[in-house]
């Protein structure tokens, strides 16, 4: 079974600023790693995703994450926020080629101030 | 290319009833997947159709049920309507199981049991 923990439940940051969201998984096989976005009262959208080959992933919005293997991590980072990257953030894990079942972690709401 | 669609978007209903939620994917994709979202448990996998055969299922109670058309269309039914079951419950689609890496949400049906 696998499982995920986003470890801020809100980041306040402002504007221009960098950030960083963290998140931990914990899984018994090899695992396929996400980050959706969420902004209010719409779906789901994917950031970035990791699958294979490099640890460094980008995604877009100027975001990018990187894989840990050994930390079990993979925390998305933002170089310079805008007042438009404010929403809820979540943190995904698969199994390989299993990717229609997610587990999600609880979120990350980024507050951006200005 | 139209997106996920979810009808409806909103609705109300009372302890005891049921409710029928449906999901129309992007065209051309055959996987739907459902997911309830909470305030406090957060993003819970319900279960994935691929070409109208269930393939994976989460851990909700039996009066959870779907089903997905020979047009990849699906359809999510709770019966018996319990206070606890007030949930904004996503679709998502992807053109094959297991294979791309993401999943294209819809926007959601809010359900209100009183």
């Known amino acids: 079974a696998q499982s995920v923990t986003q470890l801020d439940s809100q980041v306040p940051v402002f504007e221009e600023a960098p950030v960083e969201l963290r998140c931990n998984y914990s899984?018994?096989?090899?695992?396929?790693l996400f980050w959706y976005v969420q902004y209010p009262n719409q779906g789901l959208q994917l950031l970035l995703k990791?699958?294979?080959?490099?640890?460094l992933v980008k995604g877009i919005n100027g975001f990018e994450a990187e894989f840990n293997k050994s930390q079990t991590s993979f925390h998305l980072r933002k170089p310079s926020v805008h007042i438009s990257d404010t929403a809820e953030y979540f943190c995904?894990?698969?199994?390989?080629?299993?990717?229609?079942?997610?587990?999600f972690g609880q979120g990350t709401t980024l507050q951006v101030k200005p | 290319k139209a997106g996920v669609t979810q009808t409806p978007r909103y609705l109300i209903k009372t302890r005891g009833q049921q409710v029928t939620l449906s999901c129309s994917p992007i065209?051309?994709?055959?996987?739907v997947s459902w997911y309830q979202q909470t305030p406090g448990q957060g993003l819970q996998f319900l279960f994935e159709?691929?070409?109208?055969?269930?393939?994976n299922k989460g851990n909700f109670p039996g009066r959870f049920s779907g089903r997905q058309f020979s047009n990849s269309r699906s359809e999510m039914n709770v019966s018996t309507l319990e206070l606890g079951d007030s949930a904004l419950y996503l679709c998502?689609?992807?053109?094959?199981?297991?294979?791309?890496?993401?999943?294209?949400f819809g926007e959601g049906s809010r359900l209100t049991v009183l």
């Open positions: 998502a689609s992807s053109p094959e199981s297991g294979r791309t890496g993401e999943l294209f």
């Open positions: 899984s018994s096989v090899s695992v396929y």
């Open positions: 990791y699958l294979s080959g490099s640890t």
């Open positions: 995904a894990v698969s199994e390989l080629h299993n990717t229609g079942k997610l587990i």
């Open positions: 065209s051309g994709h055959r996987s």
């Open positions: 159709y691929f070409s109208e055969t269930q393939r």
